[in-house]
């Protein structure tokens, strides 16, 4: 539990249910143990959606069945860009909020690697990575996050500006810097007015260390 939100059970239940079909799907060579774990996958849909208000549950085994070897948390990376007292966000195309350019790992790439094509693909700008800032549990319970099908780490880097200029992109409709005290509405499955102000707390306390969960 976190700032009083707690994750609901039937979402923890879910996700374990879920990576067990899926390791049992990776590694199983019996037919018939496979039509057990494809059950479990299928029960496991039906209770996401369920428990999520949702009619049809097709969508999220859908979704499931495109995971596939051991079941593992998915790794994001954020970055937090300053220009003196201001972050760099970007307003998403799919909910019309803001949050730090970011999304997830790719294969091949490094985290701070990944950090600065992000927020080039998303803002035009050119970044250095100055710092690791956190690795987070995006859990709902642990940072107030809305619940999700996946269990998240994201990587959070602060960053520094070293060229470029504004850009929209194809995730992003926008693009402006931010003081703290002004920030306009954020994208909660993204990131957390929380979140935004330990950022700036690391980018104002360059020496402190790495928080992590």
């Not at 097709?58 to 970055?79: D, H, M, Q, S």
């Not at 350019?101 to 693909?121: F, N, T």
Request: hydrophobic share 40%.
């Amino acid at each position: 539990m976190q700032n009083g939100v707690m994750r609901p059970h039937w979402l923890e239940l879910a996700r374990r249910f879920q990576s067990l079909a899926q390791n049992g799907l990776a590694y199983s060579k019996d037919p018939y143990d496979r039509e057990r774990y494809e059950e479990i996958r299928r029960l496991a849909a039906e209770m996401m959606a369920t428990g999520a208000g949702l009619r049809d549950s097709v969508p999220i085994l859908n979704l499931f069945k495109t995971e596939v070897g051991y079941a593992t948390p998915k790794i994001g990376v954020r970055a937090a860009v300053f220009d003196r007292e201001r972050i760099l966000l970007v307003r998403e195309r799919k909910d019309g909020l803001w949050t730090v350019p970011g999304g997830w790992a790719d294969v091949g790439d490094a985290p701070s690697v990944a950090a600065i094509r992000e927020v080039k693909e998303e803002s035009g700008y050119d970044v250095v990575v100055k710092k690791l800032a956190a690795l987070y549990d995006q859990d709902q319970d642990k940072h107030g996050h809305p619940p999700m099908p996946y269990h998240i780490y994201t990587v959070f880097f602060i960053c520094e500006l070293c060229g470029g200029a504004a850009a929209d992109s194809l995730e992003t409709s926008g693009v402006d810097f931010f003081e703290e005290n002004n920030l306009p509405p954020l994208s909660l499955p993204r990131i957390t007015p929380v979140q935004v102000k330990h950022m700036f707390d690391h980018h104002r306390n360059p020496e402190w260390p790495t928080s992590f969960d």
